[in-house]
């Protein structure tokens, strides 16, 4: 991979970054109590409860994202990125360019999905 493709994926990364930064402030990624109960029936309270438990899912898939993001971004930064972090192999250009945030080679990731890793 050359200097150019780097770049342009560790600002593929960036934008990604943003992008999840905002979607999780908006999906209560502060974590905040469910709001005041009072006044509400139980329809209410139960419709809000469910929209509470959505909304922290959203946020807690957020994070995640934003941590594989981040750590893809210190792996450019250490000159890692194209390597496997399980077994150290090049990981294709292509699969990097599908989802940049990747840090498994594709037989190190099916193993992993497939709970062998």
Known sequence: ??????????????????????????????????????GRDVEERAVQIASEVVERRIALDDSNLLRKVDFALKRIAEGTYEQCENCGATIPLGRLMAKPSVSLCLACQEAKDAGRL
């Not at 493709?5 to 999780?24: D, N, S, T």
């Not at 908006?26 to 005041?36: Q, S, V």
């Open 1 to 38: 991979m050359n200097a150019t493709q780097i770049a342009e994926l560790r600002e593929r990364l960036i934008k990604e970054r943003e992008r999840i930064v905002a979607e999780w402030e908006n999906h209560g990624g502060d974590g905040g109590p469910i709001d005041d109960w009072n």
